[in-house]
T-cell receptor
Framework: QQKVQQSPESLIVPEGGMASLNCTSS?????YFWWYRQHSGKSPKMLM?????GEKEEGRFTVHLNKASLHTSLHIRDSQPSDSALYLC????????????FGSGTQLTVMP | EAGVTQSPRYAVLQEGQAVSFWCDPI?????LYWYQQPRDQGPQLLVY????????NSQLPSDRFSAVRPKGTNSTLKIQSAKQGDTATYLC??????????FGEGTRLSVL
């Protein structure tokens, strides 16, 4: 059973629109969440991380975390075609090394 | 700063053949990870090292896969007798302290 579940599997939004991606961990031992973006044929690149309850904003990207439900969400406002990519959520336990457990990802397509 | 370097970029094998993947992490990064990413899925951790020591290899199919990092720098992942189900991209990542793992561009393996 996948320990990190992402939804939706795929998402299409118009250019300039808002994209909302969800992620939940079924492992109650995790404490940290990460969002990576992977363009086709490229390596995953870390977008944002969140460790505390609440919200974190960086430019057009906002991440929310609810530690009680182990749910995190990523919101992209003013989406651009260059945002089209596979968005991967990962969870890890508090430890000296980041042993990331990834979900299957959400494939985002931004239509011009 | 140079990124994580992997070679080869592509490999095509017949079932039963052996293959090795090589990874040069970012200088100073003590932790090195190997992930397997099947097509349209998220990366799955195979093994990770801190310096030359294996920290967790519980997800590494030990009958056919092996990984070493003898001097705590470069690492090699080997598949002894490849199967079609091994078709995937093999990603190496490295990190230090509390930084998020940084990924290389990966090796795309096709087993025919």
């Amino acid at each position: 059973q996948q320990k990190v579940q992402q939804s939706p599997e795929s998402l299409i939004v118009p250019e300039g629109g808002m994209a909302s991606l969800n992620c939940t961990s079924s492992d109650r031992n995790v404490d940290y969440f990460w969002w990576y973006r992977q363009h086709s044929g490229k390596s995953p690149k870390m977008l944002m991380s969140i460790f505390s309850n609440g919200e974190k904003e960086e430019g057009r990207f906002t991440v929310h975390l609810n530690k009680a439900s182990l749910h995190t969400s990523l919101h992209i406002r003013d989406s651009q075609p260059s945002d089209s990519a596979l968005y991967l959520c990962a969870a890890s336990k508090p430890s000296g090394s980041w042993q990331l457990i990834f979900g299957s990802g959400t494939q985002l397509t931004v239509m011009p | 700063e140079a990124g994580v370097t992997q070679s080869p970029r592509y490999a095509v094998l017949q079932e039963g053949q052996a293959v090795s993947f090589w990874c040069d992490p970012i200088s100073g990064h003590d932790t090195l990870y190997w992930y397997q990413q099947p097509r349209d899925q998220g990366p799955q951790l195979l093994v990770y090292f801190r310096d030359e020591a294996v920290i967790d290899n519980s997800q590494l199919p030990s009958d056919r896969f092996s990984a070493v990092r003898p001097k705590g720098t470069n690492s090699t992942l080997k598949i002894q007798s490849a199967k079609q189900g091994d078709t995937a991209t093999y990603l190496c990542a490295s990190s230090r302290d509390s930084q998020a793992p940084l990924f290389g561009e990966g090796t795309r393996l096709s087993v025919l």
